[in-house]
């Protein structure tokens, strides 16, 4: 058998090794850990790299090793570094499709040429948080990279200091992205298809009324807190013929042109946050006749009318797959159990901070939404939907499921809900303070395919109760909750395929129950002890060099080891750092 398993070409392996790549990329890392052939294969399979700052260099070897990539992730670099690193993707090999700075420092205008230049298949361009972005940089992008079809420059810092002084006589193009440089973008990026410009401030219609007239290809946009207004929304949905995905916030949608969503005919993801929503809106959404997936009303103004229009919406759309009516206070569990009838197609459902909400609701629609897979409850009022008999209905499609913030929730609530949901992978039950370790430990007998369990602000859960081997978690989030050593104990043996934990504030934990995580936890990747006040920065080294697995040790600022120790850490493939 050894035999043929060697003769087996490589191209078989790699098929194989692809298989379990999609069920999940943790499964390829003891294929590459068996021998160097297996590693090689597994290390064409990689398109997507994620780098954060701080790491070893030079990362030029990271490119070498997986030759395939199309997509960079770079975290939270400094200038300095950041540089270093565009020089080793510009000079490798790289087709790079996508790239993404996310928390980075601004770049030198050259470094944006130089990227323009040399990636000429890049399409995807990701600026989330970057600092020093202005309608310089803007213009210099579009200038140097004509085929990007998707940017994202939301939030971005341009932190200038807090002396008012030093911003005086400048103009707003030079402290932020301004209506000047979207309008320059948008004659340059004519294949531009996706845009976010959520956070820059200075924006207003002009920079929408360029991007529709410009952009004729454009089928995504987000622009949330901007200074845009109903004019600008109703020119994009007017002329913007083709946008598919639209997502706005703070506009009165009373003073929107009626014929504006019925030119909108594509629009199949409506998301709309803080707004003022009348229900003649909601109407009119149900005569235009779009091809609906999506939507969302969220936080949003409405009258007392306004379960009528959402009543008449999703009766319309019937194969909606997504509903997010966060903030919608007026809804009750009469009239979920209405709405319910009409959602059967639905995948994913968020109902965050509607407070007259109960566990009615979440078995219904459990009961009438065969497809959902994420259920989102928080802030709600689990746990007070009184003793009236429940038809609990098992729902085998239920994936995810956030209950935090639900102060009523009890043991018995939750050991109800986890009948419904026996294939649940992800838990959050976040500052559910009825919850006791009794609770958490009969959910997980019910489930036993969690992955992600967070039990964070919850002082009452010490530990996740014993039983057999929970072999599919491995992210455990249990920031400023009662675990302690004897809940490591526990967590150690039970879950022995963690990779990361978070015990940020746990008072509890020290060097007894740690030696115990990371004797069994062989996988275990990341651990944050901030503010674990009694382990000590001494047991850094010996936890680095006892779990080689470990890639993050997150500590406290005032007990983190020398700058020379950390070097030493990080050179072993340890990253010690504080929040």
């Known amino acids: 058998m050894a035999k043929s398993c060697s003769d087996l070409p490589d191209e078989c392996w790699e098929l194989i090794f692809d298989r379990l790549h999609k069920l999940h ?112 940089e803007l213009v210099v992008i579009a200038d140097s990279m004509p085929c ?58 002009k920079s929408l009324i360029a991007l529709s007239t410009n952009c004729v290809y454009l089928t995504e946009m987000v622009v949330l807190n901007c200074s845009v207004t109903e004019y600008g929304i109703e020119f994009v949905m007017s002329n913007s013929t083709k946008l598919s995905v639209l997502s706005v916030d703070e506009i009165d949608f009373d003073l ?29 959404l149900v005569k235009a006749d779009i091809p609906l997936k999506s939507f969302t009303l969220s936080y949003c103004m409405c009258s007392q009318f306004i379960f009528s229009g959402i009543s008449s919406l999703l009766d319309k759309y019937r194969s909606l797959e997504s509903l997010d009516l966060d903030g919608i206070n007026l809804l009750t569990d009469e009239n979920m159990s209405s709405l319910s009838q009409c959602l059967s197609a639905l995948v994913t459902i968020s109902l965050d901070c509607c407070d007259n909400l109960t566990e009615s609701t979440f078995f219904k629609l459990a009961k009438e939404c065969p497809l959902l897979e994420d259920i989102s409850m928080g802030g709600t009022n689990l746990g007070r939907g009184g003793d009236t008999a429940i038809d609990v209905v098992k729902n085998p499609r239920i994936k995810s499921l ?52 967070r039990i964070d602000e919850c002082g009452g859960i010490k530990n996740i109760g014993s039983g057999f081997e929970l072999l599919k978690l491995d992210f455990i989030g249990a920031t400023r909750s009662g675990i302690n050593d004897d809940g490591l104990v526990v967590i150690g043996n039970r879950c022995r395929g963690l990779l990361n934990l978070n015990l940020d504030g746990c008072f509890g934990v020290t060097i007894v129950g740690l030696k115990e995580i990371l004797k069994n936890c062989e996988r275990l990747r990341k651990i944050n002890l901030t503010g674990c006040l009694n382990v000590s920065k001494e047991v850094v080294d010996w936890m680095v060099f006892t779990r080689p697995s470990l890639r993050e040790i997150i500590l406290s600022h005032s007990s983190l080891p020398s700058e020379s120790q950390r070097e030493l850490f990080l050179r072993h493939g340890c990253l010690v750092s504080s929040e």
């Open 25 to 136: 990329h943790s499964l390829l890392v003891s294929p590459s850990l068996t021998c160097k052939r297996f590693l090689s294969i597994t290390n064409t399979l990689r398109t997507h790299l994620t780098i954060v700052h701080p790491t070893t260099f030079p990362i030029s070897t990271l490119f070498n090793r997986f030759p395939n990539l199309d997509s960079v992730y770079l975290r939270f670099f400094c200038s300095e570094d950041l540089n270093r690193v565009i020089t080793d993707i510009t000079t490798s090999n790289l087709n790079l499709k996508t790239l993404d700075f996310t928390g980075t420092d601004g770049l030198p205008l050259e470094s944006w040429r130089l990227i323009g230049s040399r990636m000429n298949n890049l399409r995807v361009l990701i600026c989330l948080g970057l600092e020093k972005l202005r309608d310089i």
């Open 148 to 205: 990007l079809e998707e940017l994202d420059i939301s939030y971005p810092v341009n932190d200038f200091g807090s002396d008012h002084d030093e911003l005086e006589g400048r103009s707003p193009g030079e402290v932020g992205v301004t209506d000047s440089g979207i309008e320059v973008l948008s004659s340059k990026l004519r294949c531009l298809r996706k845009i976010n410009l959520t956070g820059n401030e200075f924006l207003t219609d």
């Open 256 to 284: 929107l042109d009626d014929c504006s969503i019925r030119c909108a005919r594509n629009i199949s993801s409506l998301a709309i946050y803080n707004s003022k929503v009348p229900d003649e809106y909601l109407n009119l």
């Open 402 to 453: 956030n209950l935090e913030n639900n102060s009523n929730l009890s043991d018995e609530c939750l050991a109800k809900l986890a009948l419904v949901c026996p294939n649940l992978e992800a838990l959050v039950v976040t500052s559910c303070k009825g919850i006791t370790e009794k609770g958490i430990a009969d959910f997980l007998k019910s489930s036993s395919n969690v992955r992600k369990l």
